[in-house]
């Protein structure tokens, strides 16, 4: 797996570069202080991960995740960062990172990261399920406050047994894992994943959580 490394602290950067490249079947092959220059050099590189700090110089992560999910949907982006408020949490999933992983994160953990974003498309780490359920308690609050409502959705928007691939994926469930589970083919579960993405126009499956969230569709305790 190629990875490029995006974060203005040189140390912090080469640091996770030589831990990187320990690991089986991953190459770091650009490093970049920012998002300007990282996207001005990416055409250079065959790459299949980013690895993107949020708080930068010129072009800090917000911008150059968005950037990334439009123009080179292909690229998975994950985000490591210091930055853990509801509000920064809440624009990263918005703008469609593949999985969040804090700077203050157990490094073994990186490893783990980033094969759940190469075989299942997400990471949905330990760090992450207690934030999205900040998250959305965070977003509800503020929906109560301003007095806005949810849209209606269709009951019938998802299937009971896509409503169950979602609780299982939200529990860390790799689309293998989910087949067995559920005696049916991982070609079977990846095509009800697919449909469910479309059905939720979300651009990547912490996107599809979060809709299943918002629309009480699963419950938080449930992830």
């Not at 690895?51 to 985000?79: A, H, N, W």
């Not at 406050?145 to 529990?171: A, Q």
């Amino acid at each position: 797996m190629k990875v490029a490394i995006v974060d203005d602290h040189q140390l912090f950067r080469k640091s996770l570069a030589h831990l990187l490249n320990s690991f089986d079947d991953i190459d770091v092959v650009f490093q970049a202080n920012n998002g300007k220059e990282f996207l001005d050099s990416i055409d250079a590189y065959e790459i299949n991960l980013v690895l993107l700090d949020i708080q930068m110089p010129e072009m800090d992560g917000f911008q150059t995740c968005k950037v990334l999910r439009d123009k080179y949907p292909s690229i998975y982006v994950l985000i490591i960062s210091q930055l853990t408020t509801k509000e920064s949490i809440h624009r990263v999933m918005e703008l469609g990172a593949h999985g969040f992983f804090t700077k203050n994160s157990d490094p073994d953990q990186l490893q783990n990261a980033i094969v759940s974003i190469k075989e299942n498309g997400y990471y949905f780490g330990n760090e992450l399920g207690p934030i999205i359920r900040e998250v959305m308690l965070w977003e509800k609050k503020n929906m109560a406050n301003s007095n806005d409502t949810l849209i209606d959705v269709d009951e019938n928007c998802l299937t009971s047994r896509e409503i169950e691939i979602i609780k299982l994926v939200s529990n860390g469930r790799s689309s293998k894992e989910i087949s067995e589970i559920l005696s049916i083919n991982v070609r079977t579960v990846e095509t009800h994943r697919k449909h469910i993405m479309e059905k939720t126009n979300s651009k990547n499956f912490i996107g599809v959580v979060v809709f299943a969230l918002k629309y009480q569709l699963i419950a938080l305790e449930e992830i």
